[in-house]
C-alpha cells in the first residue's frame, strides 16, 4: 500500500501529515478504508480515533467528520446569510460535497455550479463519506464541472454570481493560482452586484504571513474585503480564516437574513462573533479595511 | 540526552508528543535550550519553529509563546472582570509565570498566593522563559508556596479568596486530584461570597467525555457554574475549555468592570463571545445550567 513519497501503513495503522509549520502529525489510522492516486493527487480515506471518517489528499487532511460542519457553515452562511437574495452560486473545489451540503439548504438559490478538479473527489467522497454531500448531490439545482476552477470562472458570464464559494486546498498545492490576484480579478468580473466572494485562508498565528499576502492581493482588486474566523479542530491550526470580497455587501455587518434550520455552528451569534479582532489580529483589521 | 521512556533527540531535532488522542505530534525542535528531570516530572524547554519558546512537562506542551497570551487572558480577566473586585487571589499550578502575569497587572489584587508543586518549572521558567512571568515574579503582593494544590486549598482559611485560578495540566497527570469533586468542594469553602473559581479543562470536542465528567462534579458543588473556551493554538485541541464555578457571581453575563490595559486577546467583547454555545456545544450548556 506504501508508495514513493508516502507513509501510509496500514499495519502500523500510522499517516504522516507532514505539511505542518514546526510539527509533524502521525495521524492513528483506525481503519483505512480507501486509497487510490487519480490524475491529480493521492487520495485517502481513513477512520480516525475520536475524528471520524476523514479524507486526506497528499497525506493532508482535507475534511474530518468530528468538526466538517463547522468549517461548511461558517464558509457559506455568512456570505449567504448576508446576502438579501442569493439565486446564483459557484463553488469552486468543494468536492467532498460539504459546502454543497450547506448551500442546497437555502430555498432562494436557484442555480449551483461546483467545479472540482479531480473527479475522483468527488467519486471517493460520494461513496466513503455519504453524510457529506448527504442528498445535495441529486439535488436537481446542481451542475458539477470537473475543471479547473480558474478557467471555468475566466469563461464565465460576467456579472453572473451572487456568490463565489472557493472551498480549495491551501497554497503550494494544485489549488495555487486560486490565490492569486489574476484570480480575484477574475472573480470579481464574474460577481453580480452586491455579490460576495468567501475563500478559505489558512490560519491567522501559524500562516500569518502566508494570510497577509492574501489579503493584499484580494485588496488590490475588492475596496470590500476582509477576513473572518472559526475554531478548527481537525486541522489543528486552532483558528480557521476566511477571506472575503464583495461588491456592496459586508458580512461584518452580521447576517441581514434568516440561515436555514438545523446548523450546528452557524447562529446570528457566531456570524457576528466571528468578525472579532482582538488586538493579537488587528493586523488583519488594518490590512483588509 | 534521550532517557527512558524518552524521546527527545536533539540530533534529529525532534521531540514525540503523543498524549493526543487520535494523532501523535512531532515536534520540530530548533534549539533545545533546556532538559532536566525534577523530582516530578521531565521539564524541557525548547524554541520551535513558529511556535516560538515553549515549555513541555513529560512530553506535553504547556505553554508557546505563540498563543500564551490567549489562555492566560481568558484564564485570568474573565473571572477577574465578573468580580465587582478582587482583592485575594489564588493560584493553583501556573508555575510558567503567565497566569501571574496577568493576575498583577489588576491594582486591586492585594494578595497573590501561587501553590506550584515543582519548585523546578519556576526556576527554569524564571530563567528560560522570562517573558513569561515578566515582572510579576518580583511582586511585593506575591508568594510562591512549593506545595501540593489540593492540601494547600485544604489548610487554607474558609470564604478567603476572592478567586481561585487552577492553571494545571490535565487529568492523568500528577494534577488528578485537582480534577475530583473533593477538590471542587474545597475550593467552593476557601471561596469568599461573590468569589469565583475558574480551571483549565481540556477541549470540547476532542476531549467532549472528560469534560463532561469534570462538570458533573463541579456542578455537584457549585450551584453556578458553566464551562467557556477561547481558541487554542499550541495545544492543537482547536478550543481550549474553562470550567468555573462561583458563589454569586455570573461570568457569562460579561465583565462588570474594565480589565487592565494591554491585553492581546482580552476585550469585552471576547469575554461575552467566550461563553457563546452553538447547537453544537449545548450538550455543557444543558449539563452545566
Known sequence: MSQAGWQVDPESGWL?????????????????????????QDI????????????????????AELDEFIYHEMLVHVPLAALPAARRVLIIGGG???????VTRWRDVEEVHLVELDEAVVRVCRQWLPQLGAGAWDDPRLTIHYADGFAFLEAAPAGHYDAILVDCSDPGTPADTLYSEAFYRTAHRALAEGGCLVQQALSPFIHRDVLTTILQRLAAVFPQRGVYFCPSISYLIGLQAFVWGAKGTNPAAGPART????????????HRAAFLMPPALAIFRASAG
Open 16 to 40: 504522516v501529515e507532514n505539511q505542518t509549520i514546526g510539527f509533524e502529525i502521525r495521524w492513528r489510522l483506525q481503519r483505512l478504508l480507501h486509497h487510490e492516486r487519480s490524475a491529480y
Open 44 to 63: 485517502v480515506v481513513a477512520e480516525l480515533e475520536r475524528f471520524g471518517r476523514a479524507l486526506f489528499l497528499d497525506r493532508i487532511l482535507q475534511v
Open 96 to 102: 467532498d460535497g460539504g459546502t454543497l451540503r450547506e
Open 259 to 270: 440561515a436555514p434550520d438545523g446548523t450546528r455552528w452557524y447562529t446570528p451569534e457566531s
